[in-house]
């Protein structure tokens, strides 16, 4: 409830273009084809069809415009009932407000749906605004005073979402509050995130504790973190050549140039040519693909 109280209050003062219009939006032209949210169905992006969305959104925008005296807990209410009524999460929203983009000026569309998902807790819908509020942030003393980073807060620790916890952790690395950072890593970490465990490895490891650095960075390569891997072959290199090569390959794999450096500098000191010379070519590569991106 405090996270959804704390939602609400995104959009506490209406500027939802769309739902203010006097006339009924045309949602034929402004949402995008049907074969567009098919593929998006199939890819599990979203769990509506067209008309689906096109009912839901009509009746959002009848019930806005039937309460301009209503306060806003009032109409983020109606819009969840209807939500409820029509089986249709919050989240679709989310994704509606990516899709509608693909259409012409759509933009205050697009704008105002990721309003109304986050009014209604959608998690995804918060994340995607704190990240957007949180970047023009400067300094850590004020991020307690950021409704956005309230909002993320709160989800956080109501909702245990482990990727809100990565993006307070990042803001305020970014910020260069690493204790904080860290602390929130941490937490992000506990609740299963490879990042998480990713950057609490790397941290145990700059500190020298490295039992607890590879417990960590191996959590993080179970959950597919292509770092962890170079990070476990750096550690592994003097104890465990073997072990140390396979993650160091498996990181080259994945496109980490410093992990395919790694093995040519190996392979160089094995004198063993031909592998010396793939991984040097690999590098060169890699780098390349990398300054065209």
């Not at 990516?98 to 759509?106: D, Y």
């Not at 959608?122 to 605004?129: R, T, V, Y």
């Not at 980490?256 to 190996?266: H, N």
């Amino acid at each position: 409830m405090a996270a959804r109280r704390a939602a609400a209050t995104s959009i506490s003062k209406p500027t939802l273009k769309f739902l203010n219009s006097s006339k009924p939006p045309d949602f034929t032209r402004i949402l995008p084809p049907a074969a567009v949210f098919a593929s998006a169905r199939k890819s599990g992006f979203i769990s509506c069809n067209k008309a689906q969305a096109t009912v839901v959104l009509s009746e959002i925008w009848q019930a806005f415009q039937s309460m301009h005296n209503a306060g806003q807990q009032a109409r983020v209410s109606a819009f969840s009932k209807i939500c409820q009524t029509h089986n249709f999460p919050p989240s679709n929203l989310t994704s509606l407000a990516t899709l509608v983009t693909q259409s012409p000026n759509t933009t205050i569309v697009s704008t105002d749906l990721l309003a109304i998902a986050e009014s209604l807790n959608d998690p995804a819908a918060i994340l995607k605004s704190a990240r957007k509020s949180l970047s023009t942030v400067r300094t850590a003393i004020t991020l307690p005073a950021s409704p956005a980073f309230h909002r993320l807060t709160t989800l956080a620790t109501t909702e245990k979402i482990p990727e809100a916890y990565e993006l307070i952790a990042e803001t305020y690395d970014r910020l260069k509050s690493y204790a904080q950072g860290q602390d929130n890593w941490l937490k992000a970490a506990q609740l299963g995130s490879a990042k998480g465990c990713l950057m609490v490895g790397k941290y145990a490891a700059g500190k020298g504790k490295r039992d607890v650095a590879l417990e960590w960075l191996k959590k993080a390569a179970e959950g597919q973190e292509a770092e962890a891997f170079y990070e476990l072959g750096c550690l592994q290199l003097e104890e465990d050549e073997k072990e140390a090569e396979y993650n160091l390959s498996v990181a080259a794999g994945e496109g980490i140039v410093a992990a395919a450096e790694k093995l040519e500098r190996l392979y160089k000191a094995r004198k063993t040519e031909r592998m010396r010379e793939h991984w040097e070519e690999a590098a060169v590569e890699m780098k390349k693909v990398k300054e065209t991106v």
